[in-house]
Structures are given as structure tokens and as C-alpha cells.
């Protein structure tokens, strides 16, 4: 067994293997991408999915690439924050060509199946192969953005790509507000030309994106009282879910939104008489809630009535949603005890209120581009603490104008119903240029590569693009990246084809520029 001066690879026998550490216990994985092309990418990308980096906990994968920078000799600086930047000097005879940054985030949005065993914040992915795609057992992959450090990583690595000098940048965070390329000190970043490679639909060069914020709604409540009666756990299960930027135009159900509209129909009904004790829903405030739950105690009189409503309004909902979650359904599960604390009957009103008639989803489609939402808030997460239901939105708009306005309507809102908000993560959009050296570049590289143009468009999320133009004057700019579907879902999946026709489109472009 040879065991490399880092002790992170081994080899015996052309077999390969991954070694991660814990305090507890040394755990050795077979390596699963080792005969994907290109070579090089795919090993850095299993290493990094080997290392938890879920939004955080970025801590191990960034001192994984400070670990990189020293092996290979490069210069890096990792800041507190775990954002970390590598140099590697132009090749010969591109020594004075532009310098290029080449710029990921290290976090991914980690989320499991219910059944799941594996602790995200401590245990590695479960990577497989099925035909073109890579993806992980029961848990999310993370290609968003972990394919843009395999790439980073790759062309550091490299010694027969010719390229000028280049910035390597990964950023941390970018998954809930962009906080690390907004904390970033770009100071010593030389590079005008920025090649960022978060997109994740191959042959479309992003060219603009949206601002965005979050906003936490605090609805705060009294003394809790004791109830007595049937107590239900309500679960709305089986959504799609998906990224609440690139997939809120595409209508699909948002469990805590219908969680909500469960406990106002049985609120509406006469018949039903029950108490709301405590609600929570979904993972992350930038990806549609694929779950919810509740907890009520309802009158032993009135449990008929409160399971055929429930039913009922399941039915509706599945009908309304047939066509984008067609798997929807509503459990009801009795426990054991008979008591419970349950909000007061005036707390559980303003809390039902404010998850109804809080503005939800697609707000304005933009008027020049068909088909791209300009505006529009996903509430991801909610959750009870001891002193308040917190309802967490993730607020996006291309106009910052638009984008305050609707913030103003939800602080106004809350506040009637006597709480407040805390926004931030606040993060600026990034306006397209008619004059692009890097994307004339990039085009011509496509074009030479699979003799079509590619699409220019923008998109209805957040790209640091805009937090590093709002910091380096006459940043030009472009987004790309491999095939990737289902983003931020168990489902996610990376193309392997894609992987290697980008990593071309990558390699063609900085020898281009020359």
C-alpha cells in the first residue's frame, strides 16, 4: 500500500482509494470516477465529495485546497473565512497575455431522503455511476459548485495546457446570500477577464443574473397553553422540490406553502375544532420545500371531520398539481400522548395568516426576454424556536428596485401581524455588457468546437459575477458549466459527457487568448 506525502491518496495494484480522517475512526473509500475523462477532474471532484462541505462547513474542503496550492508549489492566500485564492503563472509565451480569474464556490446545498443514514455534516457522498450520470446515494451531489473546483483544481494541476497567468477563486457561502464572495478581499487580484463556472446547463453563456437578499420573517408568540384532545402529525411529502431561481418559473408545489394552506382550510372549517402546537418545513431558503409538517391536537368529536377535510383538500391539491408533483400526499399520524402545548388561539391565527397571504413565488415576468422571471421569493424554510415561527425567504430580482419594494411589502406585512424581519445576505445583479473580450473568445471556441453558437442569456438567480464587477472596476465577465439536472434535489445528477465537453470549451478558451 503507497500512500502519498499528504495521506490523502493511496494505490496498490492500480486500484485507488480515498482516505478521509475522524477522530473516531479512519475510513478508506474506493475511488468510483477513476476511469471517467477527464482524469484529472474527476479525481478532484470525488476527493472534494469525500469532504462534508454543505454551506458553513467549508472549513475542510478549503484547507483541502490550501493542502493542493502547497504540494504544487503555487501561491494562495485562505482567508477566515475559508475563502481561498491560488496563482499559477502564465505558461510560455503568454506571458503577456490578460490575466484570467478563474472562479466556483466551494459549498454545496447537502440534503437527503428521509431515509438516509448518513450525517451530512460529518460523512462523505455515496457516488455512482448510472450511463452518462454521476450522482450521489440518497443525498444531493453538490456538481453546484463542487465540477468548478474539480476544473480549478485541474488546471492548476496541469502542465501541458497552455494559458495565461491565472486567479484561482473559490468562495464559500454561496448558497445561502453569496456571503463569501461578498466578504472577499479582491485587492490583490490582477485579472480582468472572469471566467466564472457556476451554470449548470451546457452551451448557454449566462451574460447577466439577478440581485437577491434574505429575509427571516420572526413571528414571535405568548406563553404556550396545555391541550388536550387526538394529536396528528401532518406531513406534506413527495414534491419535486428544485432551485427556487432557475425552477420557480416552473410552478411546481412549495410543501411549506401548503402546509399553510392545510391548517387554513381546517381553521375555515366549522366542523373542526384543533390548536396548532408546532410547524416546521424545508432545508434551505433557496430551494423550493419539498416537505412540511405540523403538529395539532384536535377534539375527540371532531377527528372524522379533520381527517376528510385533510383528505379532501389532498385530492384538490393533487389535481391542481398533476402535471408537476404528481406524487404529493398529505400523511396524518396519530401519536400516543393525548396533551400537548399548542399556541394560543390568537398566535396561531397571525402565523396562519402570514404563511397564506405572504407573497410567494413568480411576482413579474420580465418584459424583453421571454420566459425569464424578473421577480420573485421563495419561502424555503420554517421553523418553531421557543420564542417564534421564522418563515426564511430567499428574495430575487434583476431590478434592485423591485427587489426593495417587495422586501418593504414583507416587513409592512409582518409587522401587522406584530413581528419583524432581518434581511440579509443583500447581494447586487449583474447588468450585461455589449463589449465582452471574454465572451468573444469563449463563443469562438464553441463555435470551432461543435460548429454551433451557443445561447447568451440571463438568469433568475444569484452568480457572484455581481459581487466581484460591484468590487473590480471593468470585471468582464461570462458563466458557464456542464450539464447538471436537479440541482440542490436527492435527484441531482452530472453529466459525464458534459463534464469533458466543457473542461474542452475551458481549455480552448484560455488558449485562445493568447
Given at each position: 500500500?503507497?500512500?502519498s506525502?499528504?495521506?490523502?491518496?493511496?494505490?496498490?495494484?492500480?486500484?485507488?482509494?480515498?482516505?478521509a480522517?475522524?477522530?473516531?475512526?479512519?475510513?478508506?473509500?474506493?475511488?468510483?470516477?477513476?476511469?471517467?475523462?477527464?482524469?484529472?477532474?474527476?479525481?478532484?471532484?470525488?476527493?472534494?465529495?469525500?469532504?462534508?462541505?454543505?454551506?458553513?462547513?467549508?472549513?475542510?474542503?478549503?484547507?483541502?485546497?490550501?493542502?493542493?496550492?502547497?504540494?504544487?508549489?503555487?501561491?494562495?492566500?485562505?482567508?477566515?473565512?475559508?475563502?481561498?485564492?491560488?496563482?499559477?503563472?502564465?505558461?510560455?509565451g503568454?506571458?503577456?497575455?490578460p490575466?484570467?480569474?478563474?472562479?466556483?464556490?466551494?459549498?454545496?446545498?447537502?440534503?437527503?431522503?428521509?431515509d438516509?443514514?448518513?450525517?451530512?455534516?460529518?460523512?462523505?457522498?455515496?457516488?455512482?455511476?448510472?450511463?452518462?450520470?454521476?450522482?450521489?446515494?440518497g443525498?444531493?451531489?453538490?456538481?453546484?459548485?463542487?465540477?468548478?473546483?474539480?476544473?480549478?483544481?485541474?488546471?492548476?494541476?496541469?502542465?501541458?495546457?497552455?494559458?495565461?497567468?491565472?486567479?484561482?477563486?473559490?468562495?464559500?457561502?454561496?448558497?445561502?446570500?453569496?456571503?463569501?464572495?461578498?466578504?472577499?478581499?479582491?485587492?490583490?487580484?490582477?485579472?480582468?477577464?472572469?471566467?466564472?463556472?457556476?451554470?449548470?446547463?451546457?452551451?448557454?453563456?449566462?451574460?447577466?443574473?439577478?440581485g437577491?437578499?434574505?429575509?427571516?420573517?420572526?413571528?414571535?408568540?405568548?406563553?404556550?397553553k396545555q391541550?388536550?384532545?387526538?394529536?396528528?402529525?401532518?406531513?406534506?411529502?413527495?414534491?419535486?422540490?428544485?432551485?427556487?431561481?432557475?425552477?420557480?418559473n416552473?410552478?411546481?408545489?412549495?410543501a411549506?406553502?401548503?402546509?399553510?394552506?392545510?391548517?387554513?382550510?381546517?381553521?375555515?372549517?366549522?366542523?373542526?375544532?384543533?390548536?396548532?402546537?408546532?410547524?416546521?418545513?424545508?432545508?434551505?431558503?433557496?430551494?423550493?420545500?419539498?416537505?412540511?409538517?405540523?403538529?395539532?391536537?384536535?377534539?375527540?368529536?371532531?377527528?372524522?371531520?379533520?381527517?376528510?377535510?385533510?383528505?379532501?383538500?389532498?385530492?384538490?391539491?393533487?389535481?391542481?398539481?398533476?402535471?408537476?408533483?404528481?406524487?404529493?400526499?398529505?400523511?396524518?399520524?396519530k401519536?400516543?400522548?393525548?396533551?400537548?402545548?399548542?399556541?394560543?388561539?390568537?398566535?396561531?391565527?397571525r402565523?396562519?395568516?402570514?404563511?397564506?397571504?405572504?407573497?410567494?413565488?413568480?411576482?413579474?415576468?420580465?418584459?424583453?426576454?421571454?420566459?425569464?422571471?424578473?421577480?420573485?421569493?421563495?419561502?424555503?424554510?420554517?421553523?418553531?424556536?421557543?420564542?417564534?415561527?421564522?418563515?426564511?425567504?430567499?428574495?430575487?430580482?434583476?431590478?434592485?428596485?423591485?427587489?426593495?419594494?417587495?422586501?418593504?411589502?414583507?416587513?409592512?406585512?409582518?409587522?401587522?401581524?406584530?413581528?419583524?424581519?432581518?434581511?440579509?445576505?443583500?447581494?447586487?445583479?449583474?447588468?450585461?455588457?455589449?463589449?465582452?473580450?471574454?465572451?468573444?473568445?469563449?463563443?469562438?471556441?464553441?463555435?470551432?468546437l461543435?460548429?454551433?453558437?451557443?445561447?447568451?442569456?440571463?438568469?433568475?438567480?444569484?452568480?457572484?459575477?455581481?459581487?466581484?464587477a460591484?468590487?473590480?472596476?471593468?470585471?468582464?465577465?461570462?458563466?458557464?458549466?456542464?450539464?447538471?439536472?436537479?440541482?440542490?434535489?436527492?435527484?441531482?445528477?452530472?453529466?459525464?459527457?458534459?463534464?469533458?465537453?466543457?473542461?474542452?470549451?475551458?481549455?480552448?478558451?484560455?488558449?485562445?487568448?493568447?
Amino acid at each position: 500500500l503507497l500512500v502519498s506525502s499528504d495521506g490523502n491518496h493511496c494505490e496498490n495494484s492500480g486500484f485507488h482509494f480515498f482516505f478521509a480522517y475522524s477522530k473516531k475512526e479512519e475510513v478508506y473509500f474506493m475511488r468510483v470516477l477513476e476511469k471517467l475523462s477527464p482524469n484529472k477532474v474527476w479525481k478532484y471532484f470525488e476527493d472534494i465529495c469525500r469532504i462534508p462541505h454543505g454551506s458553513g462547513n467549508v472549513k475542510g474542503i478549503s484547507d483541502y485546497c490550501v493542502d493542493f496550492a502547497k504540494s504544487h508549489g503555487l501561491k494562495y492566500r485562505q482567508n477566515e473565512n475559508y475563502n481561498i485564492i491560488i496563482w499559477k503563472p502564465a505558461t510560455a509565451g503568454y506571458e503577456n497575455a490578460p490575466t484570467v480569474i478563474l472562479q466556483g464556490h466551494m459549498d454545496m446545498v447537502a440534503v437527503k431522503d428521509d431515509d438516509c443514514t448518513l450525517d451530512l455534516e460529518k460523512d462523505g457522498l455515496e457516488l455512482e455511476i448510472e450511463g452518462d450520470f454521476v450522482s450521489a446515494k440518497g443525498t444531493s451531489l453538490g456538481g453546484d459548485d463542487g465540477a468548478a473546483v474539480a476544473y480549478g483544481l485541474a488546471i492548476l494541476d496541469s502542465t501541458d495546457i497552455p494559458h495565461p497567468a491565472l486567479e484561482v477563486v473559490f468562495t464559500v457561502d454561496e448558497e445561502i446570500g453569496l456571503l463569501g464572495a461578498a466578504s472577499i478581499d479582491t485587492s490583490d487580484l490582477k485579472g480582468k477577464l472572469f471566467m466564472n463556472l457556476d451554470s449548470e446547463e451546457e452551451g448557454i453563456f449566462l451574460t447577466s443574473c439577478a440581485g437577491g437578499a434574505t429575509v427571516i420573517c420572526n413571528l414571535p408568540y405568548g406563553e404556550k397553553k396545555q391541550a388536550q384532545g387526538v394529536i396528528y402529525e401532518i406531513d406534506v411529502k413527495g414534491l419535486l422540490g428544485g432551485h427556487s431561481g432557475s425552477e420557480i418559473n416552473k410552478e411546481r408545489a412549495s410543501a411549506n406553502v401548503l402546509i399553510g394552506r392545510i391548517l387554513f382550510t381546517l381553521q375555515e372549517n366549522p366542523e373542526v375544532s384543533f390548536a396548532l402546537s408546532e410547524i416546521s418545513g424545508g432545508e434551505k431558503d433557496n430551494a423550493i420545500s419539498k416537505f412540511a409538517k405540523a403538529v395539532v391536537v384536535v377534539a375527540d368529536e371532531d377527528v372524522n371531520a379533520f381527517e376528510e377535510t385533510v383528505k379532501k383538500l389532498e385530492e384538490i391539491v393533487r389535481n391542481e398539481y398533476q402535471y408537476t408533483d404528481k406524487d404529493i400526499h398529505f400523511t396524518l399520524t396519530k401519536t400516543e400522548e393525548d396533551t400537548v402545548e399548542v399556541f394560543r388561539s390568537k398566535d396561531m391565527t397571525r402565523i396562519i395568516l402570514a404563511l397564506v397571504h405572504m407573497p410567494y413565488g413568480v411576482q413579474k415576468m420580465n418584459t424583453k426576454i421571454e420566459g425569464m422571471v424578473e421577480t420573485s421569493l421563495n419561502m424555503g424554510i420554517i421553523s418553531t424556536t421557543k420564542e417564534a415561527v421564522k418563515l426564511c425567504y430567499s428574495v430575487r430580482s434583476s431590478i434592485s428596485s423591485e427587489k426593495a419594494y417587495l422586501i418593504e411589502k414583507m416587513i409592512s406585512l409582518v409587522e401587522l401581524l406584530g413581528g419583524d424581519c432581518e434581511v440579509s445576505g443583500n447581494y447586487p445583479g449583474w447588468a450585461y455588457q455589449e463589449e465582452s473580450l471574454l465572451r468573444d473568445h469563449m463563443v469562438a471556441a464553441y463555435k470551432k468546437l461543435y460548429g454551433e453558437e451557443p445561447i447568451l442569456q440571463g438568469i433568475h438567480a444569484g452568480v457572484e459575477c455581481g459581487l466581484f464587477a460591484s468590487k473590480i472596476e471593468g470585471l468582464d465577465c461570462i458563466s458557464i458549466g456542464p450539464q447538471m439536472y436537479d440541482i440542490h434535489t436527492t435527484s441531482e445528477r452530472l453529466s459525464i459527457s458534459s463534464v469533458q465537453r466543457t473542461w474542452d470549451l475551458v481549455v480552448e478558451t484560455l488558449k485562445g487568448l493568447k
